[in-house]
Structures are given as structure tokens and as C-alpha cells.
């Protein structure tokens, strides 16, 4: 009975995971709607709405009580504030990056993602590393140690997403939080630094939203949906599935976020990014392989 349990709760944390990495993919569309708004304006924007649309969703699902037990427990508070500051930060990052040409960048970033979370997944929640995982591992560690001896560059917009969100998903992974109460907790821990940031700063074109069109004010609430959905379902994929798993759903994100950057935004790869890129799509080749052998051999036994 055991056993086609878990299959189940393993089929939802795929659909989960499929359903993020897409959502993601596609939100450099959404973002570059509202390339006038400053990056900073458009992260308050997305943490306010995304408390209200969070406060809504568990009001619906009868989950408010869960937020309020966990508020009790410091011990809980203390690692969700420091996954809070990570999700704000990456939140921040990425919106700069799609609106300041950066895209391919980001994308590069969510490519050495999975690379990061297998890596992670073997130093600190004793998962194994196949030999391919280890040798998947030093080509993204090559392709980036090329672009630093060859080029004396160093791809910080990618190294910084690609950290920030597997140390992010790291902390879901050990905190066992159900996905709705712990991203409003999230949420209601930045609420503060938005207010505060909303109130006083410069004010801009769009920060007064009384003065607003509707079109840009419906794009600005949309930033809780926006944030809100694909998180959800990271947050609960995460807790169905092993952490190198999720790492090889995650290629959907950068993918379509690569084609956007270079097919519909214009962006052009210079020979740094390619070799660099060459490295990691090398890389994830090599793990994709070891996987689904992996994968074909768990079957069979």
C-alpha cells in the first residue's frame, strides 16, 4: 500500500515541477511588460501583492492556522527568515537581469542550477554521486574557470542565482513546512523592507499607482500571481522528490528563457558565454545520461 502511495505523491511532484520550471521560463515575457518600472519597484510590488494573494489562498484552503502555529516556533522563523532574504534576493536579481539585457545570463544561472542542487544534495542530505553526477559537476566548474583564466571575467549574475536558489531549495528541502504557510511567512518577512522601501523612496512615473494606466496597474498585481504559482509548486515538488530529480526537470526554465533571450529580445552570445555555455550544456548532456541509466536500471531490478 506503501509503495503506490508514494508513486502517486512522486507523479504530483513531477506535474509540480514541470508546472514551475515553465512557469519560470516564460516570466522574462511578463517582466519585460513593465520595463519602465525600476527593478526595485517591480520586487515591492511583487512581495506586497504576493502576501495579499498568499493571505487569500489560505483563507480559501483553510491553511491560516498552520501560518499562525508556525509564527510560535523561533527555531522555524529563523530558517525561514533566512530563506525569505534568499527568495528576495533572487527575486530582485532576476527582475534586473531581464530588463537590463542580462537574460542570457540568468538563463546561464538556472542551467548550473541542477548542477548545484546534485552537488548540494551530496554534501548535506547524504544523496550519492555517481560518478557521471562528479564528472557533470567539474565541467559546469570548468566551463566557469575558463571564462575566469581566459577572459578574466566572472559570470557573477549566474553564479549568484544558480547559489542563491539551490541553497533556497536546500533549506525546503530539511525545513518541513507545508509550501502555502511557509512562503506566506516568506512573504510577510520581507512585507517590512517593502513598505519601507515603497514609502520612501524616490518617487518615480509609476510608483504612485492612482496615476497609473490600468494596463501597468493589473501588470503590477499580477506580480503575486506571478510569484506566487510557480513557487507553490517548487516548494511542493520539492518535498515529493529527490533533490538531483528536480535539478533535471529544471532544464524546461533556462531553455525557454535561452530561446526568448536570443529569438525574441535580440541578446547575442559572445565567445566567453558560448564556451562557457558549451561547458554546462556539456555538462547536463553527461548528467542527463547518467540519470536516465540510472533511471532504466532502478526499473529493472
Aim: aromatic share 10%.
Amino acid at each position: 500500500m506503501q509503495q503506490p502511495i508514494q508513486r502517486q505523491e512522486q507523479k504530483k511532484g513531477v506535474f509540480l515541477a514541470l508546472s514551475a520550471f515553465i512557469m519560470w521560463g516564460i516570466a522574462p515575457i511578463y517582466f519585460k511588460q513593465l520595463i519602465d518600472v525600476g527593478a526595485l519597484e517591480i520586487l515591492t510590488q511583487r512581495i506586497i501583492w504576493a502576501v495579499i494573494f498568499l493571505i487569500i489562498i489560505s483563507l480559501l484552503s483553510s491553511q491560516l492556522h498552520k501560518t499562525i502555529a508556525i509564527l510560535k516556533q523561533p527555531k522555524q522563523l529563523a530558517l525561514l527568515s533566512i530563506s525569505a532574504c534568499l527568495l528576495g534576493f533572487n527575486w530582485g536579481l532576476f527582475i534586473w537581469s531581464v530588463n537590463n539585457g542580462h537574460m542570457l545570463e540568468a538563463s546561464l544561472g538556472y542551467y548550473i542550477n541542477p548542477l548545484i542542487n546534485v552537488l548540494m544534495g551530496y554534501l548535506f542530505l547524504s544523496e550519492r554521486l555517481r560518478k557521471r553526477q562528479g564528472l557533470a559537476v567539474a565541467l559546469a566548474l570548468a566551463g566557469v574557470l575558463i571564462q575566469l583564466i581566459s577572459f578574466g571575467s566572472v559570470p557573477y549574475i549566474a553564479l549568484s542565482l544558480a547559489v542563491c536558489f539551490a541553497t533556497y531549495g536546500l533549506l525546503h528541502k530539511k525545513n518541513h513546512i507545508e509550501a502555502i504557510p511557509g512562503l506566506l511567512i516568506e512573504a510577510l518577512i520581507l512585507l517590512p523592507l517593502a513598505l519601507l522601501y515603497w514609502i520612501f523612496m524616490e518617487p518615480s512615473d509609476t510608483s504612485n499607482m492612482l496615476g497609473n494606466s490600468t494596463s501597468t496597474n493589473v501588470l503590477l498585481i499580477s506580480a503575486g500571481i506571478v510569484t506566487t504559482l510557480p513557487l507553490l509548486c517548487f516548494t511542493g515538488a520539492v518535498k515529493r522528490l529527490q533533490y538531483s530529480t528536480i535539478g533535471f526537470i529544471q532544464y524546461i526554465g533556462p531553455s525557454l528563457m535561452f530561446i526568448l533571450a536570443v529569438q525574441l529580445y535580440g541578446e547575442t552570445l559572445g565567445l566567453k558565454e558560448t564556451i562557457t555555455f558549451g561547458c554546462i550544456w556539456l555538462a547536463l548532456l553527461v548528467f542527463s545520461w547518467d540519470s536516465i541509466r540510472h533511471q532504466l536500471k532502478h526499473k529493472t531490478v
